[in-house]
T-cell receptor, first 115, second 117 residues
Framework: AQSVSQHNHHVILSEAASLELGCNYS??????LFWYVQYPGQHLQLLLK??????LVKGIKGFEAEFIKSKFSFNLRKPSVQWSDTAEYFC?????????????FGTGTKLQVIP | GAVVSQHPSWVICKSGTSVKIECRSL??????MFWYRQFPKQSLMLMAT?????????EQGVEKDKFLINHASLTLSTLTVTSAHPEDSSFYIC?????????????FGSGTRLTVV
């Protein structure tokens, strides 16, 4: 069965600190990978996505993620966080099997950035 | 960018009644929409995949007769919670898929908070 693990449930950082949020998935076939962000009181928004090609993906607001196939990982990074990055971050995996797409989300990581 | 409108944002209903939630893609056609349920402090759980003009595909453990999904047009999918009970109280979110194979994007609605009393 397909699954997604986000090991960090709650991360607290000071402004300007570097960020790395872990995302590991389990699925033997081809996957598409996404990171979504949910700011307080708002709905989910796409940060970045990976389909194919360069495994280092650049997203909005200075975020990037690297797909490491051998490690089944798609970690999210940002070199210097801001207070406005306080939000919940969800990793998602979409697999295709027999024309059917299955979407699985991780449990989310709450990021709190302290000014 | 793509926008998905979900309505209502919150609803309170009596136990035993039915509630309909709408999910509309405002500026694109969505042949596929997804319905999720989110419990407090838990991840989004996919309930079903809704395909325009055909029956929805439900995930294991989701009652088809309880959570009726209709995707009658390329811009509208509805989720009806029938004979709602307090345990159905949750946050329901839809998303619509846009783009083409290899470039799909998934845009989310703002969610519906359902409280069954």
């Amino acid at each position: 069965a397909q699954s997604v693990s986000q090991h960090n449930h709650h991360v607290i950082l000071s402004e300007a600190a570097s960020l790395e949020l872990g995302c590991n998935y389990s699925y033997g076939g081809t996957v598409n990978l996404f990171w979504y962000v949910q700011y307080p009181g708002q709905h989910l928004q796409l940060l970045l996505k990976y389909f194919s090609g360069d495994p280092l993906v650049k997203g909005i607001k200075g975020f990037e993620a690297e797909f490491i196939k051998s490690k089944f990982s798609f970690n999210l990074r940002k070199p210097s966080v801001q207070w406005s990055d306080t939000a919940e971050y969800f990793c998602a995996v979409i697999s295709n099997s027999g024309g059917y797409q299955k979407v699985t989300f991780g449990t989310g990581t709450k990021l709190q950035v302290i000014p | 960018g793509a926008v998905v409108s979900q309505h209502p944002s919150w609803v309170i209903c009596k136990s035993g009644t039915s509630v309909k939630i709408e999910c509309r893609s405002l500026d694109f056609q969505a042949t596929t929409m997804f319905w999720y349920r989110q419990f407090p402090k838990q991840s989004l759980m996919l309930m079903a995949t809704s395909n325009e003009g055909s029956k929805a595909t439900y995930e294991q453990g989701v009652e088809k007769d309880k959570f009726l999904i209709n995707h009658a047009s390329l811009t509208l999918s509805t989720l009806t919670v029938t004979s709602a009970h307090p345990e159905d109280s949750s946050f329901y979110i839809c998303s619509a898929r846009e783009g083409t194979v290899g470039t799909y994007g998934y845009t989310f609605g703002s969610g519906t908070r359902l409280t069954v009393v």
